[in-house]
């Protein structure tokens, strides 16, 4: 059973309770022993919260940084620390630089 973070709906906290199944490779030579299932769009790997909760909580980084980002989510309901929102932002794509444009004459 895993329990990812989500974020919070009229108010109240969420609680997902989330089964997982564990697979085991017979495959000897194979570097990994076991696998656990994932679901795609809801919980990355090793991740302790939705992709719709980090994508708020990076939204709130990006808009107001570190120690008022942290503020704001506690607003929302969600306690998160500066750095973990700080993180979440440095873990963001590069946004594509735009194309240049010619000068006209």
């Not at 009229?10 to 022993?33: D, E, P, T």
């Not at 809801?42 to 808009?63: F, K, N, P």
């Amino acid at each position: 059973m895993r329990y990812p973070a989500d974020v919070p709906s009229a108010g109240r906290s969420v609680v997902l309770r989330l089964r997982v199944r564990r697979f085991i490779c017979q495959n000897v030579s194979c570097g990994r022993q076991t696998f656990a299932e994932q679901v795609a769009g809801l919980t990355r790997r090793h991740g302790q919260r939705t992709e719709r909760l980090r994508s708020t909580l990076a939204a709130v980084g990006i808009a107001l940084a570190g120690r008022a980002g942290a503020r704001m989510a506690r607003m929302f309901g969600v306690s998160v620390s500066r750095s973990t929102i700080l993180r979440l932002v440095d873990a963001l794509p590069e946004p594509e630089p735009p194309a240049p444009r010619g000068r006209r004459r």
